[in-house]
């Protein structure tokens, strides 16, 4: 069982950056397929980017596209996400997760475990 541990978030302006990270342990990532994911208040948890096996492929949600990059990188068995542009909207907490498949990190609803998340929050 892998295990997920979400961080780098925090307080920043509109129209900065973080780089939130994904450490993992009990597992090597680059057998799985990786994504992030972030819910808001009162908002169910949504899609943000997604990462194949071995990196080669990547996919945004519209709302990340063109700001957010994902990464991994295999020596620290860690992915990233870097958040440009950041808007007040991007305010959520942000978590990380594993699959088998990589269709199935489209999908928040397909994943029981869930690591404690990281606070992102965009001031105006």
């Known amino acids: 069982q892998v295990q997920l541990v979400e961080s780098g978030g925090g307080l920043v302006q509109a129209g900065g950056s973080l780089r939130l990270s994904c450490a993992a342990s009990g597992g090597t990532i680059h057998r799985y397929a990786m994504g992030w994911f972030r819910q808001a208040p009162g908002k169910e948890r949504e899609f943000v980017a997604k990462?194949?096996?071995?990196?080669?492929?990547?996919y945004y949600s519209d709302s990340a596209k063109g700001r957010f990059t994902i990464s991994r990188e295999r020596a620290q068995n860690t992915i990233y996400l870097q958040m440009n542009s950041l808007k007040p909207e991007d305010t959520a907490v942000y978590y990380c997760?594993?699959?088998?498949?990589?269709?199935?990190?489209?999908?928040?609803?397909?994943?029981?475990?869930w690591g404690q998340g990281t606070q992102v929050t965009v001031s105006s």
């Open positions: 997760n594993v699959a088998e498949n990589y269709g199935d990190l489209d999908d928040p609803s397909k994943f029981v475990s």
């Open positions: 990462t194949s096996k071995i990196g080669i492929t990547a």
